[in-house]
């Protein structure tokens, strides 16, 4: 797939689009979150790619993009920063690759590629020697590279085979032919003999102690190991023994899932539950009869989120000595605190903690500017609807229908209304309030809209009665079962605003993937899995034209003076069509791999933006027909795709979650 998404972009030789921002982490991947050692950047995953971005925020962020299939594990080298490893997951029977990249020049080194399946797990040595990777479930074996020239010195099976799976491996911070692996009821302490090309295992002395290793953290001449049931494990590199483990009696809740060193010897603990703690373990002193007590000198939470589920933290990043640190979680959010000692006490204390990143934690499914506007855009994922500012890709406001999935939005009343499509076959309408007068606030829930859920959604806009407090408009919605429904909202703003529905068009034979509403709210457009898009009246509510293919149609347009349709879907072609007849106009290859998923025309009509499962956005010249700027970025298929009122950004959005701002290039 990779080298067919290279020989589709070096067929058009073009003008590359420039990526302006990125909103989007995946805060699954154990350990994923990194700070290079220059302490200007953050390296993270999203999807297939990994992104390097300023800390600050200045400059453009930078995309990594080799892998075909999710990222799963990343290391920094340790010296200078100079190579950046990344590992990714792969399907049943394949082989899953590992990249070395040269973090000045962003380009690929060696790939790597000895496992099955998954690489679980890498890290360089302690001088930038040796690479350690680690195989996942169906492959189970460690390797060791040599970083120069990318090739395995050896390997072995990381367990014997009456342990589980090992899930983690740490380089010793002083030795570069030492390091420890750990997993389900197995702790291994290995030996590197490159001369040999062997590693040879010490199985770690854990007495009638039996954990499952989380993470690993280095501190010579003794490691520290979180484990799942929440507690620390304490062990002597030189004896390959356990030392003892902290706490004694009240474990952390949900497992030590994240472990950090820091410079005075302290250490951060990442928990299952999103809490973080900071811990200070005294070593037993020689005449020390019992063990010394950790000591916990500071926690925190976040408050704001209400749940714990899925808020685990995943990732801890030291900048420099610790003075600043990141925070990543299992649900896409980052954080960054600041570190210092208060000169009255000498105690340590968290300086600040700000929230850097609230990304998206599944595949964003819709996403659009309010009219006139190009400083929000509003996207919804499984069971939020999020708004966010353009300027500093911050979240400003959301809401969660929990267990629910939100398959499209649209805007009424020049944004005081949000209308949402969902798979529970309920329109929920939203409006604005609350305490802050600016909270997404629900106003109404049309029940049972569609029986098999709400597809796909439009609004009308030119009521007189918008923009005095009230809402007097229609929703056009499309559902699983291939109905059309024309419904009539209203709202005076003091009591509960109603809702009727005027009509059911009953003309789709399969699932209404796309709807678009005429200039003049008397006309809409709706495209089909069935291979049909069918123009409306909205005043006779009756069908006035369909246009047929061969296709199952993904999206629709109009053009610029509204006399055409533009249509593309799963047979790659983007369709042009004449609205008063329905006759074929033109039809172009828009993909040479994948269905076209979305697609948009420029607000002056010269130009339509399209996207799908080639993970690449082009922009076509709509009169010539032909590919004149191309996106690379996705990692996954692009799943909406628009152009802002005052054509200055194109925003894509798709399956790996990421929020992409490009620069439109005319």
């Known amino acids: 797939m990779e080298q067919q998404q290279i020989q589709e972009q070096d067929t058009y030789e073009v003008q590359r689009?420039?990526?302006e921002k990125i909103d989007g982490f995946n805060g699954k991947v154990k350990h994923g979150l990194k700070v290079h050692p220059d302490r200007q950047n953050i390296i993270y995953p999203l999807g297939s790619s990994v992104v390097i971005e300023n800390i600050s925020g200045n400059g453009r962020p930078s995309l990594l993009c080799g892998h075909t299939s999710k990222v799963t594990c990343i290391a920094i080298s340790n010296k200078n920063g100079d190579f950046i490893a990344s590992g990714q997951e792969t399907y049943s029977g394949f082989k899953a690759i590992a990249i070395v990249w040269d973090y000045r020049s962003q380009t690929r080194l060696h790939t790597l590629e000895l496992h099955k399946v998954k690489v679980q797990a890498l890290v360089f040595s302690p001088n930038d020697l040796y690479l350690a990777t680690l195989g996942g479930l169906d492959d189970g074996c460690i390797v060791i590279w040599d970083v120069q020239k990318g090739k395995a010195i050896c390997g072995s099976p990381a367990q014997v085979e009456s342990a589980g799976d090992t899930l983690c491996v740490e380089f010793s911070n002083v030795r570069d032919d030492v390091f420890v692996t750990g997993g389900d009821s197995t702790?291994?302490?290995?030996?590197?003999?490159?001369?040999?090309?062997?590693?040879?295992?010490?199985e770690v002395d854990m007495g009638q102690i039996?954990?499952?290793?989380?993470?690993?953290c280095m501190d010579d001449p003794y490691f520290y190991c979180g484990t799942a049931t929440g507690d620390i494990l304490a062990i002597n590199m030189k004896t390959k023994r356990f030392q003892y483990?902290?706490?004694e009696k009240q474990n952390f809740q949900s497992g030590v899932t994240a472990l950090a060193h820091l410079k005075n010897s302290n250490f951060l603990v990442g928990t299952g539950c999103g809490q973080l703690f900071e811990l200070k373990f005294p070593l037993p002193g020689p005449n020390d009869k019992k063990q010394p007590k950790p000591k916990e000198v500071r926690s925190w939470s976040d408050e704001s989120v209400k749940s714990a589920s899925g808020n685990g933290i995943t990732s801890i990043a030291l900048r420099g000595a610790g003075h600043q640190f990141f925070v990543g979680t299992e649900n896409a959010r980052m954080y960054k605190f600041g570190y210092e000692c208060s000169n009255k006490s000498g105690a340590p204390m968290f300086d600040s903690c700000e929230l850097i990143k609230s990304c998206h934690s599944s595949e964003v499914t819709d996403v659009i500017f309010p009219p006139a506007s190009s400083d929000l855009i509003v996207t919804c994922q499984k069971e939020q609807i999020r708004i966010w500012a353009i300027k500093n890709m911050k979240e400003l406001k959301r809401h969660i229908v929990p267990n629910m999935t939100c398959n499209a939005i649209a805007l009424a009343c020049n944004g005081q209304a949000i209308v949402s499509a969902w798979d529970d076959g309920i329109i929920r309408v939203f409006g604005f309030g609350g305490k802050s007068g600016n909270d997404i606030v629900l106003r109404k829930i049309i029940s049972a809209a569609h029986s098999k859920g709400v597809s796909a959604i439009a609004c009308t806009q030119n009521s007189p009665a918008c923009g005095q407090g009230q809402m007097d408009f229609r929703i056009i919605s499309g559902g699983g079962e291939g109905q059309v429904r024309i419904w009539n909202f209203r709202y005076d703003g003091r009591n509960d605003p109603s809702c009727e529905l005027e009509e059911t068009l009953k003309e789709h034979k399969g699932s209404v993937s796309d709807i678009k509403i005429k200039g003049d709210d008397r006309e809409c457009v709706s495209s089909s899995a069935d291979g049909t898009s069918i123009i409306w009246d909205l005043d006779k509510k009756s069908r006035s034209q369909i246009v047929f293919a061969n296709t199952l149609f993904k999206c629709v347009c109009y053009n610029k003076d509204e006399t055409q349709i533009v249509t593309s879907g799963s047979d790659r072609k983007i369709g042009y069509w004449e609205r008063y007849d329905g006759s074929i106009i033109r039809s172009i290859e828009g993909s040479m791999t994948g269905s076209i998923n979305a697609m948009d025309i420029s607000p002056d009509g010269q130009y339509i933006v399209t996207g799908g499962d080639d993970k690449l956005l082009k922009v076509w010249s709509y009169k010539e027909g032909e590919v004149i700027a191309v996106g690379t970025g996705h990692s996954g298929k692009i799943l909406r795709i628009r152009i802002c009122p005052q054509q200055r950004y194109i925003c894509s959005v798709g399956e790996d979650g990421g929020?992409?701002?490009?620069?439109?290039p005319f």
């Open 17 to 19: 689009l420039q990526l």
């Open 659 to 664: 929020i992409l701002l490009w620069k439109f």
């Open 210 to 216: 039996k954990r499952k290793i989380q993470c690993i």
């Open 187 to 202: 702790l291994r302490v290995w030996e590197l003999d490159v001369e040999n090309r062997k590693i040879r295992p010490s």
């Open 245 to 247: 483990k902290a706490p």
